[in-house]
């Protein structure tokens, strides 16, 4: 599973000139109404709704840097094709169009209501609506649904996506993907049941109470096995939502226009206002921005965050049109055990006392536009988070360094003078960089010579992915990032701390935890159907695992994101890691 897993994070608008300016830039535009510009002011698309509307027509027009892993719901794994994805793809279930927390809830889409559930959590049967169709009107039926969930199994053709279904419906990898399936209608995973085109049913092997948070992924979509074209399915994928696809140039645009068979009264999620979609894709962050302030187009698809010279012009002269959400991400660095000296304790607690949180704070981008300083390894987003949770008192002094401890600490690990390490940082993050570089300082006042080696950032699976690799290269310290899959203690942090992600390669696990006692907590967690008794379950398998202190986050992470004046029925969405949910925006024509 893991393997996969670091294509979800996205990548971070930033960089690393002049730290002093971020400082500024966090306080500029501070309450006069000049600074508003021509929105509907600063963060009033945050937990509300900023100009809500009905109204349907004109054209939604949408910018990024980055294009998709892929379109294809199957394979997708950046944050923002979930999001997107909404306009072409249906599931079962999905997330509650809703801002702020309320859209964590889980509401019916496809299905008429959520799950009946049955034999302890193990048995889950779903009724389809009425009046499902495909884009050219024929009814979408259970077994496409099956069918499209199948494909997940066919890892030698459609890799890349997440594949939490196939490890929770065939633990043993018993079946072997629809491309490769021996049954008549290519439907024999054994583990779902289709008795009739509108009942679907789901038989664990064992019960998982984030099931339905499976289901509601991108990867549980319907498709049509006439339809399917295999590995190029994401060029051009057939649409069971509101908005189907007319065109689309990899690295240049993309032209959604309304599925005329999609029937609103199928749909209670999608609102379906624009009468067109568009995407223009450009490689330059800050010609974006300009193009995003200008007012040319509507919304950055990627939703990084304004880079720094267009957020110092933003917030003084346009902050009516920015949101500053927190994303659900952690940036943070780790220490991978197998590395000499941080296979002792005590010298992984030497550098979480002796780093500075505040100037790593301020490299991510202050208080504003790189999030507040994190205390632990769960995230606010996730249920059983405790913000207030900070073990090794990262808030104490405003987040300064703790360099007593920080030199008792190395007393005890044998290195009272300190040791040499490498900081291994993505060479395509400035913001990384500048955060490796602020953490080298403030090691080295307490004799920890930390060298920075920036590596090819494309190139992370076989890299700090590979245990091996990171060993032979003296990586002591990590700078990375994790965002969670869906907003519960199994979405965001079994692929970084549970014993069975540790792989040779792909490998997410970073500082090789393997703690039997935190294993255990995963299977207590996900045998639990009460969701606020798993949270808890959850709270505890965190504090197991700052006790081990491999891991030193910097912030819980914001951004400060552009809101067209255009726009209408805006809300940023905790599900969606503080984006906009992009099936709900409208424009004025």
């Known amino acids: 599973m893991t393997t996969h897993r670091t294509s979800k994070r996205r990548l971070v608008a930033g960089s690393a000139v002049v730290v002093a300016a971020l400082l500024t830039t966090a306080g500029c535009g501070g309450g006069g109404k000049k600074s508003e510009g021509s929105g509907p002011g600063f963060n009033a698309a945050q937990n509300k709704i900023a100009n809500p509307s009905d109204k349907k027509g004109g054209t939604l027009k949408f910018i990024g840097t980055q294009d998709a892993d892929s379109w294809d719901p199957q394979r997708g794994y950046y944050g923002f094709v979930w999001d997107y994805a909404r306009y072409y793809t249906r599931q079962l ?10 859209s964590k809830e889980l509401v019916p889409d496809m299905a008429t209501d959520k799950a009946k559930i049955s034999e302890g959590g193990k048995r889950y049967e779903y009724t389809l609506r009425p009046d499902l169709t495909w884009q050219d009107g024929k009814p ?22 997440p594949i939490y279904l196939k490890d929770t419906l065939d633990p043993k990898g018993e079946y072997k993907g629809p491309y490769k399936d021996k049954h008549p209608e290519k439907l024999g995973l054994k583990a779902i049941e289709t008795p009739d085109d509108k009942t679907i049913v789901f038989k664990l092997p064992k019960p998982n109470s984030d099931f339905e948070q499976m289901l509601a992924m991108p990867a549980a979509s319907p ?19 509101p908005y189907q696809w007319v065109s689309y140039e990899p690295k240049k645009s993309m ?13 209670p999620v999608r609102k379906a206002l624009p009468d067109k979609v568009t995407l223009t894709l450009i490689t330059n962050s800050d010609e974006m921005d300009k193009r995003l302030i200008k007012g040319d187009y509507d919304v950055d698809l990627n939703a990084t965050g304004i880079g720094q010279a267009g957020r110092v012009e933003a917030l003084r002269k346009h902050k009516g ?9 952690i940036r943070y660095a780790v220490f991978p055990q197998t590395v000499k000296p941080f296979n002792n304790i005590e010298c992984r607690k030497a550098v979480i006392y002796g780093a500075d949180k505040q100037s790593l704070q301020t490299a991510r981008g202050g208080p504003q536009a790189g999030g507040d300083i994190a205390t632990n390894m769960l995230p606010p987003v996730v249920k059983g988070s405790d913000p207030k949770y900070d073990p090794y008192g990262a808030l104490e002094n405003g987040g300064a360094p703790n360099t007593a401890k920080a030199k008792e600490a190395l007393k005890k690990c044998g290195h009272p003078n300190g040791f040499k390490t490498t900081i291994a940082v993505r060479n395509n993050k400035p913001v990384e960089v500048a955060t490796a570089e602020s953490l080298q ?5 307490i004799g920890i010579q930390a060298e ?25 310290i990590i700078i990375m990032g994790w965002g969670p899959d869906f907003p519960t203690g199994q979405g965001f942090s079994q692929p970084l701390v549970h014993s069975k992600y540790i792989l040779d390669n792909g490998n997410n696990n970073y500082s090789m935890l393997n703690d039997p006692e935190i294993d255990a907590k995963f299977t207590q967690a996900q045998s639990e159907l009460d969701e606020d008794k798993a949270a808890k379950i ?29 726009l209408t029925n805006v809300y940023t969405a905790d599900s969606f890691n503080g984006r906009y949910d992009y099936q709900a925006l409208g424009v004025v024509k």
Not at 140 to 161: C, N, P
Not at 223 to 237: E, L
């Open 140 to 161: 979408i039926t259970s077994k496409d649904i099956k069918y499209g969930i199948e494909r997940i199994w066919a890892q030698d053709v459609l890799s890349g996506g």
């Open 441 to 445: 300082a403030s090691l080295k006042k």
């Open 223 to 241: 498709a049509r096995q006439d339809k399917d074209t295999g590995s190029r399915y994401g060029q051009k994928p057939f649409s069971s939502g």
């Open 452 to 476: 920075i080696e920036q590596y090819d950032g494309s190139m992370t699976t076989g890299i700090i992915g590979n245990p091996a690799y990171v060993k032979k290269h003296n990586f002591g």
């Open 538 to 566: 959850y709270a505890e398998m965190n504090k197991l695992v700052s006790e081990h202190a491999v891991y030193l986050p910097f912030v819980f992470e914001k951004n400060v994101i552009w809101r067209s004046s255009r």
């Open 255 to 267: 032209v959604l226009t309304r599925n005329p068979h999609w029937k609103k009264s199928s749909d």
């Open 93 to 102: 279930i999905t997330y509650k169009p809703a801002p702020g927390e309320q």
């Open 321 to 329: 049109n920015l949101d500053n959400p927190m994303t659900g991400f």
